[in-house]
């Protein structure tokens, strides 16, 4: 079975720039989530989707970030403008939902963003 | 709002050593407490808890699930230096899942 498919794996920008990422999650998983972990702290999560649609998008900036699932499958992450503290790893994950306790979350190896 | 707090933040062992990495949580609408190992980047599951009193096992690691007391523990016994990572605990609520800061493990030879 194949993962959690993310890229780039690795990506530069300077401040005020614009970035995005991509995930594939695995397939016929329905929940996807996007997570920034900045180094020395736990992931936080950003934006939940259920098939397409938004589940919580509670702490994710607003103002400078946005993410799709248009058909259900795919997701993008984008930042616009970045500011240096988005510099973190973003963790794509997917999981299914067998049952009352859903299973395990699969990761995707995560993005690295630098921002300079 | 959910909640979940890891204890200790760091901890320094030797090779051989057992240890206990610790979890509570508050939550309105409790499914499953998962642990995960992060070594690098990508976070790789190690156990599902859902019941109380019923402990997971895999190899040297086990972990415990107190839902009257809500907390969970993880155990490492005979420690190696591989076992060194940061140990994450998640919390699913719904269909949420929402991580503690994790507990940063070093094993020194």
């Known amino acids: 079975e194949a993962g959690v498919a993310q890229s780039p794996r690795y990506k530069i920008i300077e401040k005020r720039q614009s970035v995005a990422f991509w995930c594939n999650p695995i397939?016929?998983?329905?929940?996807l989530y996007w997570y920034q972990q900045i180094l020395g702290q736990g992931p936080k999560l950003l934006i939940q989707?259920?098939?397409?649609?938004?589940?919580?998008d509670s702490q994710l900036p607003k103002d400078r970030f946005s993410a799709e699932r248009l058909k259900g499958v795919d997701s993008t992450l984008k930042i616009q403008p970045a500011k240096l503290e988005d510099s973190a790893v973003y963790l794509c994950?997917?999981?299914?939902?067998?049952?009352?306790?859903?299973?395990?979350?699969?990761f995707g190896q995560g993005t690295r963003l630098t921002v300079v | 709002e959910d909640k979940v707090v890891q204890s200790p933040l760091s901890l320094v062992v030797h090779e051989g050593d057992t240890v206990t990495l610790n979890c509570s949580y508050e939550?309105?609408?409790?499914?499953?407490l998962l642990w995960y190992k992060q070594e690098k980047k990508a976070p790789t599951f190690l156990f599902m808890l859902?019941?109380?009193?019923i402990e997971k096992k895999s190899g040297r690691l086990s972990s415990i699930l107190d839902k009257k007391e809500l907390f969970s523990i993880l155990n490492i016994t005979a420690t190696q230096t591989g076992d060194s990572a940061i140990y994450l605990c998640?919390?699913?609520?719904?269909?949420?899942?929402?991580f503690g800061k994790g507990t940063s493990l070093l094993v020194t030879p």
């Open positions: 998640a919390l699913g609520s719904g269909y949420a899942l929402n």
């Open positions: 939550v309105t609408n409790f499914r499953s």
């Open positions: 397939s016929g998983h329905a929940t």
């Open positions: 859902t019941s109380s009193g």
């Open positions: 994950a997917s999981r299914t939902h067998r049952g009352l306790s859903g299973t395990e979350a699969f």
């Open positions: 989707f259920q098939n397409n649609g938004v589940v919580d």
